[in-house]
């Protein structure tokens, strides 16, 4: 997780050292929020990374972006994470009497520390993942709540609800 930190923290100097948001508009534009929106998904990253200060970190420098930049994209493109991933966890829909999450810890190939791998145990590394997103937009609430609502709102409401 140190590698996360030291990255997001370089991130976050180069954005936030400057007093006008010209750099987390072209960072936004040259599609550099994408591949830091994804850290808390990445297959290696630990399952403890929500509760870790790389994660805060990278909450940290989102809101950073989201401030300087007024730009609703860091949003939608965290939503656009959890949607994806939510689908991943469509195989615990269906009605059953098993728990998945410990027959996948039970199928494991290695059955001491099964966690430590994505390929062994996706599900639990995409509920850990949803934990992730959930901390960055406890932390996004923080400085623009409204901007969310109306974001939410419109991503997941479809036709039905007119937001301006």
Do not use: W
């Not at 297959?43 to 007024?70: E, G, H, W, Y």
């Not at 994209?73 to 965290?78: F, L």
């Not at 400085?143 to 036709?159: A, C, D, F, P, Y």
Request: hydrophobic share 40%; net charge negative.
């Amino acid at each position: 997780m140190e590698y996360v930190y030291n990255v997001v923290k370089f991130i976050d100097a180069i954005l936030s050292n400057n007093a006008t948001d010209d750099h987390c508009k072209e960072f936004v534009k040259q599609g550099g929020l994408e591949p830091l929106i994804r850290i808390p998904s990445l297959p290696n990253i630990v399952i403890q990374f929500a509760s870790s200060r790389a994660c805060m970190d990278v909450a940290i420098t989102l809101k950073d972006i989201l401030t300087l930049s007024q730009d609703g994209t860091v949003i939608v493109q965290c939503f656009n994470q959890i949607d994806l991933l939510i689908k991943q966890l469509e195989p615990m829909y269906s009605p059953s009497n098993e728990s998945f999450l410990i027959t996948e810890l039970a199928r494991s190939p290695t059955p001491t520390q099964p966690y430590n791998s994505a390929r062994t145990t996706p599900l639990l590394h995409t509920i850990t993942a949803l934990e992730s997103y959930t901390t960055l937009l406890i932390s996004l609430c923080k400085v623009g709540q409204v901007r969310i609502l109306v974001v939410g709102l419109r991503n997941h409401s479809g036709e039905l609800l007119y937001c301006p």
